[in-house]
């Protein structure tokens, strides 16, 4: 009897799994890539891939049920405001229609547990690292700031990546107001960064030709006193901007400040 019941749950368990994945490639195959995509195909792709959209299911969400009822719900009702991706890519590539009469309930219900045991796929997460490493990176080289730390968030690009999200539920008024910000920072620290690129030049051509480093000595200060302003410009864009949001929408940037 044992025997015959462990045979039955099994095999229920294995059919559940084949029609999760058999759901998976028939509803969303369509427009979600279902392999790891390459680096060179993100651009490309008319929906994010599965990947894509379970890494940020899994980064929003730690429950398991919280996060197939959310597959369920968004599948069914799409909203801008409820989507895990960043606002800006959802506004690129546009909110899904909403998939009610084409697939029911019960076909999502498989089709999440699918997602969440195949998805990501370590080839994903490694190529999403790797490229956060180089934005890191990238950042650091084009940066005109004095004090360059992880510690002192980007609030303009926070925002930009947030601005839609249900969860950190920015007002029309609040929206207006971190609008006024981030054009004046934008605009400042751009003028800086003009001033700024062709002393470093100068600075770096002098040191190739092996000229004595006091000859660059009137450059250096120049710089110093740009990359000064530039910090103000960024000191005060964070205080400006989190003195417009609550302490529980400063908590939500909190976890994307890394």
Known sequence: MKKTLL??????????ASTGAELLTKKCASCHMLKAPEFHELPTLKAPAMDAVVFHINLAMQNEKEKKAFIV?????????????????VAQVGVMPSQKGKVTKEELESIATELLSTYPHKKFVAMIKEMQGNDKINALKGSP?????????HMTKLLVHNWDKAK?????EQKEKLLVVRKETMSGVKKIKQ???PLE?????????????KSVEKQLEQIATLKLEASR?????????????????VEFLLPFWE
Do not use: W
Request: proline share 4%.
């Open 7 to 16: 045979l039955l749950v099994t095999t229920t368990a294995m059919t559940l």
């Open 73 to 89: 719900d968004y599948v069914l009702n799409p909203d801008a405001s409820k989507s895990v991706c960043e606002s800006n890519k």
């Open 145 to 153: 700031f004095l004090v360059n730390s992880e510690g002192l968030p």
């Open 168 to 172: 950190l539920g920015l007002t029309a």
């Open 195 to 197: 001033q700024l690129k």
């Open 201 to 213: 030049d100068e600075v770096a051509e002098a040191m190739i030709d092996r000229e004595d480093p």
């Open 233 to 249: 410009v960024h000191l005060k864009c964070i205080a400006e901007t989190t003195s417009i949001l609550s302490e529980e929408q």
